[in-house]
């Protein structure tokens, strides 16, 4: 059965850093791409960053760029996303997903995490 769990948000005060890790079971994570999304209350959920399986390429949002970082351990089949200089406008839920190749395009993207929340606030 595959499942991603996506951890480590939490309340962060501006300019803070947050590490989200997305575990993956059922499947061995290095042949799939894996993205980060993000939905705000209101808000259409939005591609964040991936990391392709083939070369390790990976991509960012504008609105992240040169903040966030993409990695994975394929030892321990995880995704990790780190976080830095973190902005009010980051607050969401933040979810990893599961495709054949990285793409802003949700549907893509076949199997989802629960999310996790991500609260920037002084």
């Known amino acids: 059965q595959v499942q991603l769990v996506e951890s480590g948000g939490g309340l962060v005060q501006p300019g803070g850093s947050l590490r989200l890790s997305c575990a993956a079971s059922?499947?061995?994570?290095?042949?799939?791409?894996i993205g980060w999304f993000r939905q705000a209350p209101g808000k259409e959920r939005e591609g964040v960053s991936c990391?392709?399986?083939?070369?390790?390429?990976?991509y960012y949002a504008d609105s992240v760029k040169g903040r966030f970082t993409i990695s994975r351990d394929n030892a321990k089949n995880t995704v990790y996303l780190q976080m830095n200089s973190l902005k009010p406008e980051d607050t969401a839920v933040y979810y990893c997903?599961?495709?054949?190749?990285?793409?802003?395009?949700?549907?893509?993207?076949?199997?989802w995490g629960q999310g996790t929340q991500v609260t920037v606030s002084s």
């Open positions: 997903a599961v495709s054949n190749q990285c793409s802003w395009t949700k549907s893509y993207f076949n199997s």
């Open positions: 059922g499947f061995t994570l290095d042949y799939y791409a």
């Open positions: 990391i392709s399986s083939s070369d390790g390429s990976t």
